[in-house]
């Protein structure tokens, strides 16, 4: 059986090359991210701020981390991609 060849990379390998020239990756990755230190209440309307406003179907938003600190107060940092494109 005769094997058939795959199409050509070299295109390819000149579109990488390109973009990695133009935006060099950095060590934070790609998304957005904001930490904030709020009651339990704030924290609530402000994540559901930001889903509102960065709808987690387009921009991967989501809560990353968050912890409970003395008293009603949470640490919570936000995640979202730059644009929906």
Same mark, same amino acid.
């Given at each position: 059986?005769?094997?058939?060849?795959?199409?050509?990379?070299?295109?390819?390998?000149?579109?990488?090359?390109?973009?990695?020239?133009?935006?060099?990756?950095?060590?934070?990755?790609?998304?957005? $991210? /904001?930490? &904030?230190?709020?009651?339990?209440? *704030? =924290?609530?309307?402000?994540? $559901? /701020?930001? &889903?509102?406003?960065?709808?987690? *179907? =387009?921009?991967?938003?989501?809560? /990353?981390?968050?912890?409970?600190?003395?008293?009603?107060?949470?640490?919570?940092?936000?995640?979202?991609?730059?644009?929906?494109?």
């Amino acid at each position: 059986m005769a094997r058939i060849p795959g199409p050509p990379l070299e295109g390819l390998r000149r579109q990488i090359h390109r973009r990695r020239q133009e935006k060099p990756a950095s060590g934070t990755g790609h998304f957005i $991210r /904001e930490t &904030f230190q709020l009651d339990r209440a *704030a =924290a609530r309307i402000k994540a $559901r /701020e930001w &889903f509102d406003t960065w709808p987690k *179907a =387009a921009y991967w938003t989501e809560v /990353e981390s968050w912890r409970q600190l003395d008293g009603d107060q949470i640490e919570f940092t936000m995640r979202r991609l730059p644009s929906a494109d």
